[in-house]
């Protein structure tokens, strides 16, 4: 199974939503605020290329000057799921030969930026999330709900408690 920063994005957010998605349960498309998320992406940074789709696996926001990756979020709240779908990115280019490579999450909203640094620890943690991905993947049932505040604007709210 490829693994998307999506898919590391919401093994951080919520590893029950994680499951519903690898297993093709969609409930986003019916989301306000994933819509909202979507115009935002649409209409900020006209300039720039986006939606760079790389081995049908990585979908970077855009890439700046050639070497710099920008990931786009509407808010800082689930800030480090962010973080770490973009350190994702990085390892996976990386991996394919890619160094020297910079990357900023940007907030446009809040007309902030992040720059963001691969570790030698991140390495490490990130192949213990891809793992753990797959085993998640593979699971017949999804994992239990977190009983988060984030969970009562997420579009899979009605799967986990309706």
């Given amino acids: ?70 990931e786009v979020k509407k808010t800082k709240s689930i800030e480090e799921a962010g973080i770490w779908q973009l350190k994702y990115y990085m390892y996976y280019l990386q991996k394919r030969g890619v160094q020297t490579i910079k990357a900023e999450i940007d907030f446009p909203l809040l007309r902030e930026k992040k720059e963001i640094i691969l570790e030698d620890d991140d390495i490490k943690i990130l192949e213990n999330v891809v793992k753990n991905i797959n085993d998640i993947a593979s699971e017949e049932k999804p994992p239990q709900k977190i009983d988060e505040k984030i969970c009562k604007k997420c579009a899979y709210y009605d799967l986990c408690y309706v």
């Fill in 1 to 70: 199974m490829n693994i998307t920063g999506e898919m590391i994005y919401y093994y951080f957010v919520c590893q029950r939503k994680l499951w519903y998605f690898v297993n093709e349960i969609n409930m986003e498309q019916n989301s306000e605020l994933v819509s909202i998320g979507k115009i935002l992406d649409e209409t900020s940074y006209k300039r720039e290329k986006k939606s760079i789709l790389i081995d049908n696996t990585i979908n970077i926001d855009f890439i700046k000057n050639g070497a710099i990756l920008h």
